[in-house]
């Protein structure tokens, strides 16, 4: 069974500093690029980072570059977004999806084939 379980999210002030996790299951880690992904209230969901634990390869939305840092534990088959500097306006429900390496379209959710259930990220002024 696929199992994507993203955990993490919280309540911080802007400023602040959250790490989230993706602890993947069910599948060739290797094959996969796991992406994190966000929606907030009445916007289109957004492509923010994703990671490709074969090569290391990463992408970032320009709105999270310099603040935010993906990384993956292969042995534990775990990404984790490291996300500082935080804003209000990175409020949003923040998913992990995974998507074989060659079938994804990076900043997008074409090709991804499994999805995880949201963490809530809330930022406070």
């Known amino acids: 069974e696929v199992q994507l379980v993203a955990s993490g999210g919280g309540l911080v002030q802007a400023g602040g500093s959250l790490r989230l996790s993706c602890a993947a299951s069910g599948f060739t880690f290797d094959d996969y690029t796991i992406g994190w992904f966000r929606r907030a209230p009445g916007k289109e969901r957004e492509g923010v980072s994703c990671l490709s634990s074969k090569d290391g390869s990463t992408y970032y939305a320009d709105s999270v570059k310099g603040r935010f840092t993906i990384s993956s534990d292969n042995a534990k088959n775990t990404v984790y977004l490291q996300m500082n500097d935080l804003k209000p306006e990175d409020t949003a429900v923040y998913y992990c999806?995974?998507?074989?390496?060659?079938?994804?379209?990076?900043?997008?959710?074409?090709?991804?084939?499994?999805w995880g259930q949201g963490t809530q990220v809330t930022i406070s002024s």
């Open positions: 999806a995974a998507g074989l390496r060659w079938a994804i379209i990076r900043g997008t959710g074409l090709g991804y084939r499994y």
